[in-house]
């Protein structure tokens, strides 16, 4: 398992890529996919809606668990992923790619993001 260079991380699991615009985009982890399972429901954050760093902003369940979702920044989510939505096994066959799950205009971002590298180290993987 390997977590790309060019992402930022949370210790919640999530990831954050550069943003373009003031925009990035949020997904989570393949280390949390694989430890979540297979996931069969997505519940995203709307639209519009203000999301805060650190807070739970939606949730993933799978046929393990019920897991909440973190957003890893502050800001205004300006898109959802509806495949994910439509397919939320794409969390676990693409949680890089096709399985990101929202935009987020970044309005205020945490100094304790992590590098792929120490994220590696954090969570083992």
Known sequence: MSNPQQL???KEHEWL?????GVSTVGITEHAAN?????VYVQLPEV???????ETCGELESTKS???LYSPVSG?????NQDVVDDPALVNTA???GGWLFKVRVADEPKDLLSADEYT???GS
């Open 8 to 10: 930022r991380y949370s």
């Open 66 to 68: 019920v897991s909440d």
């Open 121 to 123: 180290e954090f969570s």
């Open 48 to 54: 519009g809606a203000a999301v805060t760093a650190g």
């Open 95 to 97: 949680p890089f790619e």
């Open 17 to 21: 890529s550069g943003a373009e615009d």
């Open 76 to 80: 205004e989510i300006t898109e959802i």
């Open 35 to 39: 430890a979540l399972g297979d996931v």
